[in-house]
């Protein structure tokens, strides 16, 4: 089983709606998933919660008592754990990083959100875990043309000497109304922009800290 821990230290970023997306993004492909709950607020929860079709197995408990129960339960029956962690608080954090065997950064490309990711990079380097930016509500491009402060981000993003994900999530109302009901993006709009944005993530993420597998699409 391998963890994937989605990470924001800064609040708003949209790191819950990652989560819950990428969570049924892999169920739909035939993983067996867990989403483990570890923020406060249990919002991950109570979004997977609603869902009106079978989906990922949610857990909603803090991040020590994951530990405990990854301690206990020997060989899980999942391939893949998605860790919704809380915003701000680093040993959070930090532990989450510590049992996972990828950690997606999720930064939206702002100045405030830069300077919180910077902060998280340096903890995975100091575990010498493996990480992956996401960057998270970019404007669209228009006319082809990414805006300025999508490039100034990436740029930056560049500086942290961790890998970026190629596919960057934009701001759309979708990925909001679609939560609200227990849906993923692809869920509610086959061929929507939101839908092949988190199709193509999940994608990358596979390659990138599952390897090879064959896994059958749900329709």
């Known amino acids: 089983m391998k963890n994937v821990a989605v990470v924001a230290r800064k609040g708003g970023s949209g790191k819950t709606t990652v989560a819950v997306n990428l969570a049924v993004a892999a169920h739909r492909r035939g993983y067996a998933v867990r989403l483990a709950d570890t923020d406060p607020q249990g919002s991950a929860s109570e979004s997977l919660r609603v869902r009106k079709v079978p989906g990922p197995e949610v857990l909603h408990l803090s ?74 509500q970019a404007p669209p491009p228009r006319g082809g043309i990414e805006p300025p402060a999508v490039k100034r981000a ?43 944005e988190i199709g193509g993530l999940w994608s990358y993420i596979e390659r990138f800290a599952l390897g090879a597998r064959s896994a059958t699409a749900v329709a």
């Open 63 to 136: 991040g020590g008592e994951f530990f405990e129960l990854q301690k206990s339960e020997g060989a899980p029956p999942f391939d893949v754990t998605l860790l919704d962690t809380p915003a701000a608080s680093e040993d959070a954090i930090g532990h989450a990083i510590a049992v996972a065997h990828l950690s997606l950064l999720i930064v939206r490309p702002t100045f405030l959100d830069l300077a919180a990711a910077l902060q998280t990079a340096q903890i995975l380097r100091r575990l010498r875990k493996p990480g992956l930016i996401v960057l998270n």
């Open 154 to 196: 990436q740029e930056a993003l560049r500086l942290m000497q961790l890998p970026v994900a190629p596919v960057v999530l934009r701001a759309r109302a979708a990925y909001q109304t679609t939560l609200a009901s227990g849906q993923s993006v692809e869920e509610a709009g086959r061929g929507d922009p939101a839908a092949e």
